[in-house]
């Protein structure tokens, strides 16, 4: 073998050693203004991320994604599972549209199917406790039957309170009561069909919900007290909640059935605890905790995980808090959030989307001659805030020390924006007004919407990316040269 097949060789090797572990992104598409999916997909590669999961079979995220070599793992909304549950032939189908068609015509590198999106979650009252199961073997039957029964895996993510623990301590972990049996029928299932368990783990959310919870344990490099399971030692929430569902596995016979951390993560705004400072220092905690490939206590060796999320989504729903719409590492619009190193691009930091149209630059505000006294001001804002954004309004939030005038500024500038500035949008009987200068103020900033995507627009950022159409365009600009 010669020099240059060395180098080339190894130039070649490379990426693909990397890419046996690596990490992974959530993608949700709940949102206003979405990117072009071309654009996300090439923001996924630019990033280094190597996997991605979805929460549908969203057909545009799908086609952007076809020969990128991104792993995905491709989502069945919950409201889907009766039906597939009920019909093997709409089980059939879903594969054959969402994952036999991708594969086979568009070069979709699908790993996994995840059936469901944390359907035994306690605020579901036990909706789809019926469903899921059925559900997962259709779906894993209509996968076989299609051929696809060795390349395509079937799991279910779900929520961490699964499992619980009698003790407080992860060796006392097991799978809760009430749906005991049918976590070790779905177990038994994945482990006979070779699916993961897939788990999301939140030490924020057991944060927002207990404020007695020790901050510091949420995070990799805190000092709080240590927990001690007989001799073996937790210092995070993190591995000791994942070491319960290893305890709780293997208590029932299934202590070697993988694992994948399917959403892991911190948002930035919508509550105290939710800000850029935390999100980075937990986000790199978990980077820096995963890279050595150490794993947990329990469960040495590297973790498979998804970070939640991507980007942020400003139409998904405020129901479980304020913080919801904040996930993202990156903005709407693709810029950065903070500071993060994957351990995946050389300057060590997040690379910004490229080629991202904006919307004008003006704002809707309250206009200075409006009074705050007017009777109008009320129902204004909350029509504004019901259609449009105010969860970086309130305590603790990016927008908290707005002032009155600020906040209807505020409330009116999202409903005009997410309105992609229709004039009409800026009509608030006698209290707004547009203008020029930006509103924005310390860490609170009025937002600029990106423009709404055509298809047209949607069909040019996935050729942009496409390695081949740049081929063919310098061939094109070569022969016209010459
Ligand atoms: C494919 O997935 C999409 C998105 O989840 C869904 O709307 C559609 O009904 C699915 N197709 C079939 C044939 O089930
Ligand atoms: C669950 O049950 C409670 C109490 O019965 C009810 O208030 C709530 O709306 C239900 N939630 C769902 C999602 O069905
Ligand atoms: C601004 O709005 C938030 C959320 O509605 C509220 O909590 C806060 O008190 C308001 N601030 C002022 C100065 O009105
Ligand atoms: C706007 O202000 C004008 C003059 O102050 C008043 O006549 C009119 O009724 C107001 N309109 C609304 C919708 O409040």
Redesign the pocket.
Known sequence: MGWFSLVLGMVLLFPLVVSVSGIGANWGTQATHPLPTGTVVRLLRENGFQKVKLF????GAMRSLGRSGIEVMVG??ND?LASLAGSMK?AE??V???VSSHISSNGVNIMYVAVGNEPFLETYNGSFLRTTFPALRNIQSALIKAGLGNKVKVTIPLNADVYESSTGLPSGGDFRTDIHELMLAIVKFLSDNGGPFTVNIYPFISLYIDPDFPVEYAFFDGNSSPLNDGGTIYSNMFDANHDTLVWALQKNGYGNLPIIVGEIGWPTDGDQNANMIYAKRFNQGFMSHISAGKGTPMRPGPIDAYLFSLIDEDAKSNAPGNFERHWGVFYFDGQPKYQLNLGTTNSGALVVAKSVHYLARKWCVMSPKASLDDPQVAPSVSYACGLADCTTLGYGTSCADLDARGNISYAFNSYYQKNDQLDSACKFPNLSMITKTDPSIGSCKFEIMIEPITDASDRRAVQLQNPVSLVVCVFLFLLTVL
Do not use: C, G, L, R
Request: charged share 30%; hydrophobic share 45%; proline share 8%.
């Open positions: 549908d079979a969203d057909y069945i909304p889907m709409a189908k879903w054959a549209k969402n």
